[in-house]
């Protein structure tokens, strides 16, 4: 993600880690939507989450608030707790 320690376009393939995790049902159930929604496997959409997590709570550690768009121009602010 641009201006973060997030911005790291150069990674490849050879700089992966493996974990093992323990997810709880809705954590396990948010990971069955967003790859159906997104068609990406597990794998990438696992990366993706921890790398928007981190971004929103960089960003609130600054001060700054996230907020969500919907389509009517109506917004809402995205609060991690």
Do not use: H, W
Not at 69 to 79: C, F, K, M, Q, Y
């Amino acid at each position: 993600m641009p201006g973060t320690d997030l911005d790291e376009r150069t990674e490849t393939a050879t700089t992966l880690t493996k974990f093992t995790i323990n997810l709880v049902k809705r954590a396990v159930r948010a990971l069955e939507i967003a790859t159906k929604v997104t068609g990406d496997n597990r794998t990438d959409t696992f990366n993706r989450a921890v790398q928007v997590y981190a971004y929103i709570v960089q960003a609130e550690n600054e001060g700054k608030a996230v907020y969500i768009e919907g389509p009517d121009g109506s917004r809402e602010r995205l609060l991690l707790t």
